[in-house]
C-alpha cells in the first residue's frame, strides 16, 4: 500500500512560480512511476509531468514542457515557473508500479487529495 499527499499549491499572479510537492509512504514507494495531473472545473483530468524509475526519465504534457518540471529524491516535486491563468487547477499526484502508458490516469492506483493551484491574470 502506498500513501500519496500533496502540497505547496496556492494563489499566483501570472508569470510567478510555485513548486508542488508529494511525499509519499509505503514500502515500494521508491520504486514506483510518479505522475502530477490536474483537473480545471468542468474539466477532465490531464496529465501534466511523470518520472520514471529508476531511471528518472522525465515525460511532460505539451502544455508545460519547457516551464514545468518533475523531480524525484524521497519526495516528488512539480516545479512551476511562467504560470499561466490556464494553468489554474487542483494538481493530483500519483503512483503506479507499471512504466508504461504513464500519461493515463488509469495507469496509476494511488492518488493524493490534490491541491489547489490557482493563477490570475
Known amino acids: 500500500q502506498v500513501q500519496v499527499a500533496e502540497s505547496g499549491g496556492g494563489a499566483v499572479q501570472a508569470g510567478g512560480s510555485l513548486r508542488l510537492s508529494c511525499a509519499a509512504s509505503?514500502?515500494?514507494?521508491?520504486?514506483?512511476?510518479m505522475g502530477w495531473f490536474r483537473q480545471a472545473p468542468g474539466k477532465e483530468r490531464e496529465f501534466v509531468a511523470a518520472i520514471s524509475w529508476p531511471s528518472s526519465v522525465t515525460y511532460y504534457a505539451g502544455s508545460v514542457k519547457g516551464r514545468f518540471t518533475i523531480s524525484r529524491d524521497n519526495t516528488v516535486y512539480l516545479q512551476m515557473n511562467s504560470l499561466k491563468p490556464e494553468d489554474t487547477a487542483v494538481y493530483y499526484c500519483a503512483a503506479s508500479p507499471r512504466s508504461m502508458e504513464i500519461s493515463r490516469p488509469s495507469t496509476y492506483d494511488y492518488w493524493g487529495q490534490g491541491t489547489q493551484v490557482t493563477v490570475s491574470s
Open positions: 509505503g514500502r515500494a514507494f521508491s520504486t514506483y512511476t
